[in-house]
């Protein structure tokens, strides 16, 4: 087996950034290189809420009971578990760590000066996978050219710059740490990435894409190119999450085009994907479809990635109108979801095939979709993602209304509600606000779901959202009809 071929679970001993220190953080930035590292060779890394699962169970299995150690990990699905922690002392770095494979289990122990951290990791990751590929020597070839810096001092003032950021949020202290990561090593684009970072959530929007966009320039040679590829793509990512769609089609356009030229046809796949989606949003609904077709074809050898390709492919499908192909198109993608047992992806499938049954709108198709929406909660994932769970109650909650049990569809309402209490979802948030205000009409309680619309309409202004309109309507409406109401103190 190559090291593109593995999926590994990783699982990190638990740090304290409160008793840790410059320690905690330089400790932390070592961890993400790792990561980064075994990620560039061509590894996946299994969720990290499912890995930290896994180690549970594994935790009180003797290290001989091999069966059962290989039914935890076909469980993730991964080819192995990574469990260990990194420590800085004396400016010397340490792991420990240890590894479970199908065929047993084994312990690495490394130590290196600070100045050696690359051939550190380097060393580590090549110990550790020995078991598990066939040529584990070329990995050191392979690991060359990752290395995001040679200067270890720029890597520990990074490490600074996250310290000052996250226990003192202090902006200027952050930027001048970056700026002296920098100048030990001007072409370290690490700095640049969390510069960005600290920019978004200090909400200075031009700084950040301006940030990310010298990034990219820091890449110009063609031995550079991989490098460039990956800030293009984090711009994309930055430009949809401002709604700048048609930005962000230009640069996932550039990004397809290099990795094609690069013949990295994963990446070129995913930008592609990525447009795809962006023609979604922006109700260029055949462009989309097209897209995605011509991605599946190009990804004829990367049978990894099928499953989410055909899964993208079935919304777009749903959304032309198109029911019955997308739900073969989604039955497609659940089979091969499965055999992957990509649990996040196959409670989606579920959840989208749930939302077509819905359209139908009699009550055979409607119990269909509820079906669909039971097999979804089933298969959601042990990782954290609250917007697909909130989605799923919201989704339920429709359905249950149109079958008149509106207890149940308030129930599962206030659930969706709950759970997108945080500020990070607020156009999610205010659409399960919009909706259960629609619920609460049913119910004839016009107050408390004026509250709820009213609520909805304050986000949508907020966000310059096109469903302000709709949401301003129905706050009409319902005045009308607390007016109606009799005043019974008169």
């Not at 100045?115 to 020597?137: C, G, V």
């Not at 940030?211 to 550079?224: G, P, S």
């Not at 989309?288 to 390709?309: C, I, M, N, T």
């Not at 209304?401 to 759970?419: M, W």
Request: proline letters at 3%; a negative charge; aromatic letters at 10%.
């Amino acid at each position: 087996m190559s090291a593109n071929e593995l999926v590994l679970a990783f699982v990190s001993e638990s740090m304290d950034p409160d008793s840790g220190g410059e320690n905690y953080w330089l400790r932390h930035l070592l961890k993400e290189l790792f990561c980064n590292k075994l990620y560039l060779c061509g590894c996946q890394l299994a969720p990290p809420g499912e890995s930290q699962n896994a180690w549970h169970s594994l935790q009180s299995i003797p290290r001989d009971d091999l069966d059962t150690i290989n039914n935890v990990l076909s469980f993730i699905p991964a080819h192995a578990l990574i469990r260990g922690s990194f420590t800085w002392q004396d400016h010397q770095f340490s792991a420990d760590f240890e590894l479970f494979y199908a065929l047993g289990s084994s312990s690495v122990h490394h130590e290196a000066s600070e100045k050696d951290f690359l051939a550190f990791l380097d060393t580590l990751i090549q110990e550790l996978l020995a078991p598990l590929i066939d040529s584990p020597k070329e990995l050191r070839g392979d690991l060359k050219g990752m290395e995001p810096t040679q200067a270890f001092e720029a890597f520990r003032l990074l490490s600074e710059a996250y310290r000052i950021w996250f226990t003192e949020h202090d902006l200027e202290g952050s930027i001048q740490a970056i700026k002296e990561a920098r100048h030990k090593d001007p072409n370290f684009n690490d700095p640049l990435r969390f510069l960005a970072k600290i920019y978004r959530e200090s909400g200075l929007i031009d700084k950040e894409l301006e940030t990310i966009q010298e990034e990219a320039q820091l890449f110009q040679d063609d031995d550079q190119s991989f490098k460039r590829g990956e800030a293009l793509m984090r711009l994309g990512q930055a430009l949809i999450h401002y709604k700048r769609f048609d930005q962000a089609l230009e640069v996932y356009g550039e990004c397809q085009a290099l990795w094609t030229k690069l013949g990295n046809l994963r990446l070129e796949v995913q930008a592609r994907s990525n447009r795809a989606n962006l023609f979604l949003r922006k109700g260029l609904k055949e462009e989309a479809v097209a897209e995605y077709e011509q991605g599946l074809e190009r990804a004829a050898d990367v049978p990894e990635d099928h499953a989410q390709l055909l899964y993208n492919l079935g919304l777009a499908q749903s959304q032309l109108g198109q029911y019955e192909v997308a739900l073969e198109t989604l039955e497609t993608a659940l089979q091969k979801a499965r055999t992957q047992r990509k649990m996040g992806l196959i409670c989606r499938i579920y959840n989208a095939r749930g939302a077509i049954y819905d359209e139908f709108n009699d009550e055979e198709n409607l119990e269909k979709a509820l079906q669909q929406y039971r097999l979804a909660e089933e298969y959601f994932p042990s990782n954290d993602e609250p917007m697909l769970l909130a989605g799923l109650k919201d989704h339920m909650a429709i359905t249950y209304r149109k079958l008149g049990r509106l207890d149940d569809a308030l129930s599962y309402s206030e659930q969706a509600c709950k759970i997108l209490a945080s500020d990070d979802y607020e156009d999610h948030r205010a659409i399960a606000f919009l909706n259960r205000a629609s619920l609460l009409i049913e119910l004839c309680d016009y107050e408390t779901a004026r509250h709820f619309a009213q609520k909805a309409s304050d986000i949508f202004r907020k966000l310059q959202s096109p469903h302000l309109e709709s949401v301003e309507s129905l706050l009409k409406k319902l005045q009308d009809a607390l007016d109606d109401l009799p005043n019974y103190d008169d």
